[in-house]
């Protein structure tokens, strides 16, 4: 399948994942900004995908991005981050939300499995009221939070650093 044909609308999104759930197969939902694809983001994907049998992923709009990273971010646009987080085999599909949080998307979509990274635990998981309200299992999965876009952007600003 083409990149591009993985990226999908809302609804868009919704009508394959009913096609998917009307054959059996288990919905996974991860969810991130991606500014700056590095290996713990490939890692936590893999890993979400492990979860189920199709992986989407939300990706935080520019908009959003910016409001929760501050000014400067996101550096790629949501266009640019969805067509590499599509580029990845793990990646079955992946939808632009513009909410500050993927409560709605949750609530939308009702995946069986929600995938957060080792940044959380599952008290700390910010959705975890509304996926237990939904019946969706909350699985923390990736390697440990060695990764951060952060930082890398910060070694990037001070030349001569590793």
Excluded: C, W
Aim: proline share 4%.
């Amino acid at each position: 399948m083409d990149t591009r044909e993985k990226i999908l609308s809302r609804e868009g999104v919704r009508e394959v994942i009913d096609e998917h759930r009307r054959a059996g197969k288990k919905i996974v939902l991860a969810n991130g900004i991606f500014d700056l694809l590095h290996a713990g983001h490939v890692r936590y994907l893999k890993a979400a995908k492990a979860e189920g049998d199709v992986l989407v992923t939300g990706i935080n709009s520019d908009s959003s991005a910016k409001q929760l990273k501050g000014e400067g971010r996101p550096i790629l646009t949501e266009r640019a981050r969805a067509a590499l987080v599509a580029a990845l085999d793990a990646v079955d599909y992946v939808v632009i939300f513009d909410d500050l949080d993927v409560k709605p998307l949750l609530r939308e979509l009702q995946p069986d499995v929600h995938a957060k990274g080792t940044d959380y635990t599952p008290e700390t998981v910010p959705e975890r009221e509304i996926a237990r309200l939904l019946g969706i299992r909350v699985a923390i999965v990736g390697d440990p939070k060695r990764h951060s876009t952060r930082e890398l952007l910060g070694r990037l600003r001070r030349p001569g650093e590793r």
